[in-house]
């Protein structure tokens, strides 16, 4: 971490007719961080996301991402952002290849560099694939797994990743896990990820931001916030006792 | 660009290997096939002892045959193609939750629409070249003229102004996609837009006009004008239907013995024949005079339906719930 701003928010605010999605956030992350963020449904963590890639428009605020303005430089930054949506889908008539084939295609790579890319991702997300079966007959965690792949193809400097582990085995989730940890510490890369699965969050995050109901209620290193919480010499806490002590206050 | 090619090709491909495109392009041929046909050996027969009048080959195009002509087949079941080849292009992607991921990569958000509407073009395209070429081909072995270098211009412009006309259709349904999250519901909207405009406006414009300019049978044998202007009121109303304006157009083109825009009657081809003893035909300059501003006009209600799924589209929220 070299304190270089990867990811900057000032009073980014995202309003639904009446509801306020998201109100005024401010978040700083830092290059190769790996930042779990976390609240309850329907706190606004997809519709953040949305607004740094730009394909959500804010209602106010700023947002930089890279460097680049998500809003006026959507290219820019998605060509060094990976996003892997909540529920990701893929052309079902197509297998795993495919669909990568296509997604580097649309990122400018050229087809024989895609073709040794798209091998050496398939080994890292661990996806065995029957040029056969269709993506259609995958499983649900195959499928997160292609997600990754289509995630990593360009060779980005910042993912986002909504609900990575989300439906995958316990074995599964922890390759996940170890994934994202191996793309921060080798290859620089800024993960930004949201999950309802606090100890898979404590153990791959350097720090953490709560967001309740549109507003980031907490936002630093586990233990810091167990700190300010139960005070002093209670850096033991896990997680999921500082968020549940921060999502009971944030009902109030 | 990169983006608008990469999607293209891939629509096309998809176009291509789908199912309900191999089936209706089938059936297309196959009526195209036996229609000409029937026409065709008509001709043969009925012409063998006469003379070959000027611009017999068009008439493979325009003869009707057992039930209609080709190209009426065409003004009524092409826009079926048009719809089957749009009407799910961006709530597919919506559903199948591939949209997101499609818009987050480095493209521009137009090329998605641009990307899917070009191949759509191309697919149309593709199709009818080769029908008219299938067809012609077979008018060749059939009636055994030549065509000269005018109806071959007549041909061709008759494809443009059909590819034209497709468009529309392609244009129609590619709007329904964007307004509608659901296919069926956009398949529904496409269909009951092509009943519309394809049998209700012919019909509403008689009663319509009936309504503006009412003409009584007593009054209308001393007063022929309101007659006239009972006609005219009726074809201003029917041309709102982008059918209409097409068969007007393609029957001017591929008829050179017509000089009005009056709607399409079914001549025998000895009936033609006799005018055209009397008649000199249309110059190809005067027809496409004459059809120019049909073409605008199929032209512009293309335009305005692909430019309004245009800015639906860069305005919607891509969230796939
Ligand atoms: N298109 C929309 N129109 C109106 N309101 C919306 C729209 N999209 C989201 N919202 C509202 O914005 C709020 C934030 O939603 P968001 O999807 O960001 O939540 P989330 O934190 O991702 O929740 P989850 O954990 O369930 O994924 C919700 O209250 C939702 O109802
Ligand atoms: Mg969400």
Known sequence: MNGLKVIETQDLTKVYGEEVAVDRLNININEGEVFGFLGPNGAGKTTTLLMLLGLSEPTSGKARVCGFDPTREPLQVKRLVGYLPENVGFYDDMNAVQNLLYISRLNGI?????????KE?????????????????????????????????????????????????PDGSLQMLDLIRS???????????????????????????????????AVGRIEDLAKEKFGVGQEKYTLEEVYMKYFKEGLL | ??????????????????????????LILMVSLVTAFIV?????????????????????????????????????????????????????????????????????????????????????????????????GLGLLLIGVVPGPEEISRLFIYLVISIFYIAF??????????????????????????????????????????????????????????????????????????????SEATTIILDPLRKTTQSILLMGPMERLSISRFQSPLPLSESVYIVFPHLISLMAITLVCFA????????QEVRST
């Open chain 2, 308 to 315: 309004t799924s245009y800015t639906v589209f860069m305005r």
């Open chain 1, 121 to 169: 991702l398939l080994k890292v997300v661990d996806l065995e694939v029957d040029p056969r079966k269709k993506v259609g007959e995958y499983s649900r965690g195959m499928r997160q797994r292609l997600g990754i792949a289509e995630v990593l193809i360009k060779d980005p400097q910042v993912v986002f990743l909504d609900e990575p582990t989300l439906g995958l085995d």
């Open chain 2, 40 to 136: 065709g050996s008509g001709l043969r027969d009925e012409l063998k002892d006469v003379a070959k009048p000027t611009f017999v080959f068009l008439m493979l195009f325009t003869s009707p045959g057992k039930l209609f002509s080709l190209i009426q087949f065409i003004a009524i079941f092409g826009p079926l193609l048009g719809i089957v080849l749009g009407f799910d292009a961006v709530n597919r992607e919506r559903s199948a939750r591939t949209l997101s991921k499609l818009v987050s990569q480095p493209i521009y958000r137009d090329s998605v629409i641009n990307g899917k509407f070009l191949a759509g073009l191309i697919t149309i395209s593709i199709m009818l070249v080769s029908i008219v070429l299938i067809i012609s």
């Open chain 1, 183 to 217: 793309l921060s510490q080798d290859k620089k890369i800024t993960v930004f990820f949201s999950s309802h699965l606090l100890d898979q969050v404590q153990k791959i995050s350097h720090r953490v931001g709560i967001m309740i109901k549109g507003q980031m209620v």
């Open chain 1, 110 to 118: 050229p087809d024989d560099l895609a073709g040794i890319k798209i």
């Open chain 2, 169 to 246: 259709w392609l244009g129609i349904s590619i709007l329904f996609s964007v307004g509608f999250r659901s296919v069926a519901t956009s398949a529904l909207a496409a269909i009951a837009c092509w009943i519309f405009f394809s049998f209700f406006v012919a019909m509403g414009a008689s009663v319509m006009a009936d309504a503006i300019s009412p003409v009584d049978q007593a009054r209308a044998s001393l007063n022929p004008e309101l007659l006239i202007k009972h006609e005219q009121t009726r074809k201003i109303i029917s041309l709102v239907s982008p059918m209409t304006l097409y």
């Open chain 2, 1 to 26: 660009m990169k983006g608008i090619t990469t999607i293209c090709r891939k629509e096309l491909a998809d176009h291509f290997s789908s199912t309900r495109f191999i089936l209706l392009f089938y």
